[in-house]
Each structure stands twice: as C-alpha cells, then as structure tokens.
C-alpha cells in the first residue's frame, strides 16, 4: 500500500470522528489525530481553511468532510471487499 500523510481532526464526543479513526485503524493506515476540543490551536488551524466542523480528514492534499468511506478508500487506494452484483429483471 502507498503510504500518505493523513491528519484526522476530531472532536470530543464526536460519532461521525470515531467511525472515521475506527476504519483507519481496521485499514491499518497510520495516521495523526487533532483534537480540537483539546487543543484549540488546531481549531483555529480548521477555521483558517474555512471548516468548522469535524471530523475533517485529510490525505496528502485531498480534504474529506464527514464521515465517507467510499472517498477515504478511494483516495486511500484501498479495495473494496463487497461486490455489487447487477440485478435482472426478465420478462417473458
């Protein structure tokens, strides 16, 4: 797998920030947590990008609002496991 530069900001008692740090991990992707409930410089660093809501997850230079999953794999490089299989409808 490539490696990237993630940076997670999260928030306290945050559901969406949680389910976000949980694939990571599940994913095996290091990567570095900001809270801003702790640490309001990294607030401040979400409000000089214009976010201000969390969790804001970014990779590289890619930035992903909420919690997306399809986006963060994509953008991650990583496959997914379910197959969508096509569904047919044949009259006769």
């Known amino acids: 797998m490539i490696d ?3 940076v997670v900001y999260t928030s306290n ?3 969406q920030c949680e389910k976000v740090i949980s694939k990571l991990r599940e ?3 290091a990567f570095e947590e900001r809270n801003i409930s702790s640490d309001k410089t ?3 660093d979400l409000q ?3 976010i201000y809501a969390t ?3 970014f990779i590289n230079s890619m930035k992903i609002l909420g919690y997306q999953e399809r986006k963060l794999r994509r953008t ?6 379910e197959h969508f299989q096509k569904s047919t409808n044949i009259s006769s």
């Open 4 to 6: 990237h530069e993630v």
């Open 27 to 29: 994913w095996d992707v």
């Open 55 to 57: 969790p804001a997850t």
């Open 76 to 81: 991650l490089g990583i496959p997914y496991d």
């Open 42 to 44: 990294h607030f401040k």
């Open 48 to 50: 000089a990008q214009r």
């Open 13 to 15: 008692d945050c559901v």
